[in-house]
């Protein structure tokens, strides 16, 4: 009797030892391999957001059109209506830029026996560069992507995925099924069971923060939803990343900046205020999900600091790159005088190219006060604004790899807060302008035009009369987004350099040879 229950243990103690040994051998190989280079990182590395199984994400917006396709199902899928660009090379699945697949489960970073997906770098930062009649356009890394409506998509997603009659393993399976003629393996099922429950009750434990999410024509809704395309709101979502909690106010939006030659930038961030490169990008993956553990997984951390060697030294667009030799292409005796009026009026702060090169003006690199400049000054008076090193460094334990350097993070006193002045590679890329992106042009930066004071925002084709995007005065099923100036931080004021409009010194033709000039920025 005594010799038989050895042996079961025995038998027992063996299984169990092989059984761990097999599943540790099996998680070795789920991870795929890194990406072989920074360019690679860039477009498919994981930042550690893995949002939901792959399988669940290619079901959702079939299983829920009136959240994906909140324009109508005329108005193309959820790629077209929330702006993402299409198209990744060896993107698997007809998944769009930015949207990564791993085997890395949400936030522990542990391996995981099925694909997710969560969203990297590419997504915001890359775009594709379109004129009025040429939608297929042309692709830029480094660009930032105008069209995309993250903080829409977020509430088309936690929408989707709270709705507990519609969303289970049962109506995932059969929507699968359907569409790829192949059924979910008991793996897959089972994660996604287990998935669906956590992620479910994360979702309600943040609903007394966050409020219930906006759904379908709602999502489109200016006054519900203030950030609209080209933009978030990185400082409330930082805060509320890492101290739970909705700022008052919230330093409205800010737009999702281009990120040539980043080696050129002493800061970062519009406010000048994070000094440490992979401080800036861990900030990043923070606001759309990381977490503490995955930010410590080497293909995670990868991802952090080859993006930012891809970036460090990558190179903006040349105007006849992307638009060839048009009638708009610029007129070379007006470039030249322009250049008089650039070195004249706006050499100081934003320096100047010369060969290779960028050459800093004497005030460049610097942040010029909110009253000075008088931009929008929401982005850098919310709540918490001069607490925000201390949370991140109490969010990092010591000796994290991503910990910034004590002081990184700093806040000027109230008074000296605003913007920092910054190289204008590409110029001509970079709208809407400003850091909230209340200006479509630069025709009406520069004062040349007046700036609007609301217009509709969506598809963002290059407008090159103005040099911007193409904005429309009424709403159309492209241009749905109301931009109404006199919303909180959504102030186009400022920056009237070299005159405000129409006032003393105002000169049409100089600023038109200015506008010629910046084309070739
Ligand atoms: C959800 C969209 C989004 C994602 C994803 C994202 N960023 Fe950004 N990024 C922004 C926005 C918005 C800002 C501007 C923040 C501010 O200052 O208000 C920004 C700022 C930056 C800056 C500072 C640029 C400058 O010149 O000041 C860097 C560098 C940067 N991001 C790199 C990255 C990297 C690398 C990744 C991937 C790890 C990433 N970002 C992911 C939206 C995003
Ligand atoms: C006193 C310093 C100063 C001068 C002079 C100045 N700028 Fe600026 N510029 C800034 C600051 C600061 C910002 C950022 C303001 C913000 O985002 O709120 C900025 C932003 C910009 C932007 C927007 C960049 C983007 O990504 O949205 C452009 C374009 C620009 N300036 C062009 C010019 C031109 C052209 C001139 C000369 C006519 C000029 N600036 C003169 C300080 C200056």
Redesign the pocket.
Known sequence: MLKAIQIIAITLAGTVLIGTFALIFAESRWIDPNPSSPREYFLHGSTGTELMPLAVFQVLPTLFPEQFQPAGNTAGDFIDQFGFVRGAPDAKYGLPYGVNVSRYRPKSGAPSPIPFVGFNCAVCHSANFERVGQPRGTVVLGMANPRLDLVAFGDAIRRSLLDENRLTVPTIAATYKSLNHKSLSFTERLTIRYWLRGARAALKADLPMRGSPFSGSKLRDSSLMPSGPGRNQPMMETVRFLIHETPDPNGGAS?I??LYQQQRRQRAQ?DGSVGDPLTRNSLAALGVGASVYNLRVPGILGTMQQSYIFVKTLDGPRYADLNGTDAHGPDQARVQRGHD??MQ??S???GWPEEQNWTSGS?QGQ??P?S??G??SA?VSFRYYADMGTFVDAFFPPGHPLKPPVGDIHALPEAER?????P?EA?FT????????S?PT?AE??NLKPRRAVFYRGRSEFDPDGVGIVVTEQPDVDHYFRYDTSVYGNSNR??N??WPYQGTGWNADTLTD?LEY?KTL
């Open positions: 737009k900046p281009c519009f009026a650039y009026y706006c100081s702060c934003h005030r942040v010029i909110a000075e400049v931009t929008d982005r605003g913007f920092i002045t910054e204008l110029a970079r709208a809407p302008y400003l850091h909230n992106g200006v630069l930066l520069i400022g920056h350099y070299p200015l910046l």
